[in-house]
T-cell receptor, first 112, second 116 residues
Framework: AQSVTQPDIHITVSEGASLELRCNYSYGATPYLFWYVQSPGQGLQLLLKYFSGDTLVQGIKGFEAEFKRSQSSFNLRKPSVHWSDAAEYFC??????????FGTGTRLKVLA | DAMVIQNPRYQVTQFGKPVTLSCSQTLNHNVMYWYQQKSSQAPKLLFHYYDKDFNNEADTPDNFQSRRPNTSFCFLDIRSPGLGDAAMYLCATSRSPGDSPKNIQYFGAGTRLSVL
C-alpha cells in the first residue's frame, strides 16, 4: 500500500539557518509528490510538486526539494529560514488517482 | 484572487444541531474534496465529487453528507454533530486525474468547527 512518512514531528531552527524536512514514500512506481505548507488556522498552500524529469524542483518562498528514487525520498530544503516560515509542512503523494496520501506533518519552529 | 473560498471561517454549533459548511471555487475544476483535519494531524479525506458523481470514503461516518448543486459550489452537511466532530474542515479542488497538470489539489482556508 502507498504510504508517506515524515520522520520528524517537530523541528526547531534559528532564523537564517538552513532547513531540511524529510519525506519518504512507499510506492512501486514513481508517484506524484507534493509539499504543502499550513500556517496556523489556514488551509494548505502548495509549495512545490514533482511529476517527472529534473529531480531537483524549485518552489515558492525559496523552497526546493530533491527526488531521490534510490532512497524513496523527497526532502524539502531551504538555505536560509525566515521567521515567517514557521508552520506545519505536509508531504503528500498520489499515484495519479484522486486520493492523496499525506504524511503526518512536520511542525517547524523558528527561533529569532 | 481567492480561488477556493470557504464560509464561514469559524462555525460554532451545538451538540446534535445540524450544520452546513460551504465551499466555492473559481477554478472551474471538475473535482471537489472535503477533508477533516484534527489538531496536529494530517487531513483525512471524507469524500469527493467528480462533476456530479459522489464518492464516499469507506470510513466516513453516515453523519457526514455532501451536496454539489453546480460546478462552483459544494456543501458539507453534518447531520448531528458530536463533540468528536470538532475539527478544521478543508475543501479542495482539482482537475480530473487524467488531465494535466496531474491532480494538483488547491485548498481553501478551511472552516474551524466547534461543537458545544
Amino acid at each position: 500500500a502507498q504510504s508517506v512518512t515524515q520522520p520528524d514531528i517537530h523541528i526547531t531552527v534559528s532564523e537564517g539557518a538552513s532547513l531540511e524536512l524529510r519525506c519518504n514514500y512507499s510506492y512501486g512506481a514513481t508517484p506524484y509528490l507534493f509539499w504543502y505548507v499550513q500556517s496556523p488556522g489556514q488551509g494548505l498552500q502548495l509549495l512545490l510538486k514533482y511529476f517527472s524529469g529534473d529531480t531537483l524542483v524549485q518552489g515558492i518562498k525559496g523552497f526546493e526539494a530533491e527526488f531521490k528514487r534510490s532512497q524513496s525520498s523527497f526532502n524539502l530544503r531551504k538555505p536560509s529560514v525566515h521567521w515567517s516560515d514557521a508552520a506545519e509542512y505536509f508531504c503528500a503523494s498520489t499515484s495519479g488517482t484522486y486520493k492523496y496520501i499525506f504524511g503526518t506533518g512536520t511542525r517547524l519552529k523558528v527561533l529569532a | 484572487d481567492a480561488m477556493v473560498i470557504q464560509n464561514p471561517r469559524y462555525q460554532v454549533t451545538q451538540f446534535g444541531k445540524p450544520v452546513t459548511l460551504s465551499c466555492s471555487q473559481t477554478l472551474n475544476h471538475n473535482v471537489m474534496y472535503w477533508y477533516q483535519q484534527k489538531s496536529s494531524q494530517a487531513p483525512k479525506l471524507l469524500f469527493h465529487y467528480y462533476d456530479k458523481d459522489f464518492n464516499n470514503e469507506a470510513d466516513t461516518p453516515d453523519n457526514f453528507q455532501s451536496r454539489r448543486p453546480n460546478t462552483s459550489f459544494c456543501f458539507l452537511d453534518i447531520r448531528s454533530p458530536g463533540l468528536g466532530d470538532a475539527a478544521m474542515y478543508l475543501c479542495a479542488t482539482s482537475r480530473s486525474p487524467g488531465d494535466s497538470p496531474k491532480n494538483i489539489q488547491y485548498f481553501g482556508a478551511g472552516t474551524r468547527l466547534s461543537v458545544l
